[in-house]
């Protein structure tokens, strides 16, 4: 962290969008303007646009609000480790596994090593985006678990309609989608077993103002900006209800499991009544999806009538798009 502390600093400067000269930036940490000059070049590598102007100095292309610990403690009843550039936020508490308390979260600004489903790239640039990540040790076992995951992308769901955010909506089995592309990824993983019970990672990738051409991103995406149009929600709101959203459903779920909850699900689905391709390996199944069922499986309705699937391994495709 020591190693990124002047980064950082300049940032907390440059976040309110205005031009900051670099004899004065370096005035303000106590170093040289050819030093400020690299750690903006550093800054730009996380992903950051910065500009400089002759005779004005560096700005941000737009005034980002930073994450920040007190505030998102305050909103909140869960330990939180903030920890600005990191690897990947679920892989911090997966590597601290039963240190952790059921609850803890860890957020980031940014991940040098973000992970989607099977090992798959999620890009995450500094400051634009949310990357926070649950540990939760389920009672429930890990049999549990796969329905767990739906409830938790309803919650998010939920907690965005309660700020106001409309028409979001989800893929089977865990993606926030909007007017068909994707806004965030959700991904659970297990650090262990202890008795009956399964220690969970929950992570989730939220897109809030990422913009331009974006390499390593193979499918359709949108950021929560464009959702919002005039309408602004600030970052440590936005995360702080999340965190609360995914606790009292944590919380409920190991109470009453997926009781209840198909109807929630199903008013959200993205595909229902559409036509989807369900990939799984070399094996495709297509029909017209009719949400889930009790058990947390994908329903499709082929020509031998209606059928259910469920595992890790299985893709939901829309048959609208070519994307594999
Ligand atoms: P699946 O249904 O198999 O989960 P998926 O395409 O949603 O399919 P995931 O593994 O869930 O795949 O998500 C990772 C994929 O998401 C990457 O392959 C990449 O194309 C895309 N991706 C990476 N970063 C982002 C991002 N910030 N926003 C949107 N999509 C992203
Ligand atoms: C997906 O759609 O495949 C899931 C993406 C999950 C991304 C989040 S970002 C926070 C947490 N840390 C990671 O490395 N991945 C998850």
């Not at 508490?93 to 957020?107: A, F, P, T």
């Not at 965005?160 to 993983?189: H, M, S």
Request: proline share 2%.
């Amino acid at each position: 962290m020591r190693e990124h502390k002047a980064k950082l600093s300049l940032l907390s400067i440059l976040s309110d969008g205005q031009f900051h000269s670099g004899e004065r930036l370096g005035e303000q940490l106590g170093i040289s303007r050819a030093a400020i000059g690299k750690h903006i070049q550093g800054i730009q590598a996380w992903g950051m646009d910065i500009y400089r102007v002759q005779g004005k100095g560096y700005r941000l292309n737009k005034p980002i609000e930073l994450l920040d610990q007190a505030r998102l403690e305050s909103k909140t009843s869960v330990p939180i480790s903030l920890i600005p550039i990191i690897d990947s936020t679920n892989q911090y508490l997966l590597d601290k596994g039963e240190e952790c308390q059921s609850g803890e979260v860890c957020i980031a600004e940014y991940q040098a090593k973000g992970r989607g489903r099977r090992g798959r790239e999620w890009v995450s640039p500094f400051g634009s985006n949310l990357y926070m990540s649950m540990y939760w040790q389920l009672e429930a076992g890990m049999a549990a678990a796969m329905g767990l995951s739906l409830v938790i992308g309803v919650s998010v769901v939920e907690a965005l309609e309660q700020l106001g955010v409309e028409d979001v909506k989800l893929k089977w089995p865990n993606d926030l989608y909007y007017q068909d592309r994707k806004l965030a990824g959700i991904l659970i993983e297990m650090s262990g077993q202890a008795g009956g019970a399964a220690n969970l990672v929950i992570g989730m990738g939220m897109n809030l103002s990422m913009s331009g051409e974006q390499g390593g991103i193979t499918q359709p995406w949108v950021s929560l900006d464009e959702v919002l149009g005039d309408h602004r929600i600030g970052r440590n709101q936005l995360a702080s209800a999340i965190i609360n959203a995914w606790q009292d459903s944590l919380e409920q779920y190991e109470y009453q499991g997926m009781n209840g909850f198909v109807e929630r699900w199903n008013r959200l689905d993205n595909f229902i009544s559409r036509e989807i391709k369900l990939l799984m390996g070399s094996r495709v199944v297509s029909g017209i999806a009719q949400g889930i069922n009790e058990q947390g499986a994908v329903l499709i309705e082929t020509d031998k009538g209606i059928e259910s699937y469920i595992g890790g391994e299985i893709s939901l495709r829309s048959c609208d798009t070519k994307e594999q």
